[in-house]
């Protein structure tokens, strides 16, 4: 399928499959008069990718995903991804447990129940409104 196909078909711009072309995570086939043609498994593939970019992977480590988890399974060493992948997971659950933290922190300022630790001691703010 031709690369506006694949953008219909996949959801995504076809400037967004251009770029997954720079970076290294999608291949496409030229024909004679220059137009990028792709593969049936490319729809999938590029839900993968956006999927991946949504967890918060940066495009090296997606590329080095890619071969471990394509239609034809791993094609390489994957035992290094999986330390890679680990520490994006682990801060990411970081990065959720502050922002909870914030938001309780607002849900109690909103509540009356306490002031943010930066407004504590300024003129008309005190703890408990």
């Known amino acids: ?7 219909r078909a996949a959801g995504v711009s076809t400037r967004a499959l251009r770029y997954y072309e ?4 999608l291949v496409s086939e030229r024909r004679g008069n220059g137009y990028r043609e792709y593969g049936e498994h490319a729809v999938r593939q590029v839900a ?3 999927d991946l970019y949504s967890a918060g992977l940066p495009s090296e480590v997606i590329r080095e995903i ?8 791993a094609t390489g060493d994957c035992s290094a ?3 890679k992948v680990q520490e994006v997971r682990d801060r990411l659950a970081r990065q959720e447990r502050q922002i909870a933290d914030r938001r309780e922190m607002l849900e109690r300022y909103l509540s009356g129940a306490d002031a943010p630790a930066a407004f504590t001691g300024l003129p ?3 703890a408990g409104g």
């Open 1 to 7: 399928m031709r690369i506006g196909e694949l953008a």
């Open 22 to 25: 720079e970076q290294g995570l």
């Open 48 to 50: 993968f990718i956006q």
């Open 66 to 73: 890619l071969p471990c988890a394509g239609p034809a399974g």
């Open 81 to 83: 991804l999986q330390a």
């Open 124 to 126: 008309g703010l005190s």
